[in-house]
Structure formats: structure tokens, C-alpha cells
């Protein structure tokens, strides 16, 4: 393929793609990832305020390796700051230590006995008869 080609169908994708957003109401969908980015934008500011500059560096490295793991740490600051619970403001070494006891607690909950139960009689020396 050269990239007329490449170019034809991606412009044929993107107008097919904009035809259904068309027919589901786009309007609503504006105002949802407007909404959405109002949200992230205040986490954002929130987690800045609660976190050192060196703290929230980790944080971000932390949510490009497991998104998951940084969205439930990131909840669980906003709940405590709300709850008035932070003071100061939030150092690396105390976000390692949040991280160490989240991941502690989750260790055990992964953590499990593996059993190995062996079938008996499939591959027996006495069976072969090769006489």
C-alpha cells in the first residue's frame, strides 16, 4: 500500500466514524468529556495541593505503570483530605510507605497454596508389551 491508499482509507474510516457519532447524539457526548475533563482537571489541582512536587512526579510514574494501583491511591488521598485527615503536605517517602502497605495487603490477598495432584497409572514401565 502506498500512502494515497493508506490516506483514502483513513479518511473513509474517519467519516464513518463521524456519521455514528452523528446518529448517537453528539451533543451529549461534548458535554460528557467536558464533564469528564472538569473532573480530571480538579483531581489534578486536588492531588497538587496535597502532594510534594517530588511525591506527585512519583505518582504520575506510578499510573503510567499500573493505572489501576495510581487511580485507587489517588482516591484514597482525596478521601483522607476531605476528611481532614492530611496536615502537611504529602512527602515521597510517605507516599512509598502508603504504596508498601497497599501492596502488603494485597500480597496477602494474592498470595495462595498452588496443589499439584498427580494422575496415577498414565505412563507405568510395567504396561509396556513390547515383547
Known sequence: MDD???????????????QEQGSSGGGQSDQQ??????ETEA?????SQILTP???????????????????????LIMMARA?????????????????SASGTEGKKEEGKVVFRRRGGGFDDDDDDWD
Open 84 to 100: 481532614g485527615q492530611i496536615r502537611q503536605r504529602i512527602t515521597d517517602t510517605e507516599l512509598r510507605g502508603m504504596l508498601e
Open 4 to 18: 494515497d491508499d493508506l490516506q483514502k482509507i483513513r479518511q473513509a474510516r474517519l467519516q464513518q466514524l463521524q
Open 54 to 76: 517530588e511525591a506527585n512526579d512519583r505518582l504520575g510514574r506510578i499510573a503510567l505503570v499500573k493505572a489501576d494501583r495510581a487511580r485507587d491511591l489517588e482516591n484514597r
Open 33 to 38: 468529556g467536558a464533564q469528564r475533563e472538569a
Open 43 to 47: 483531581r489534578k489541582s486536588m492531588l
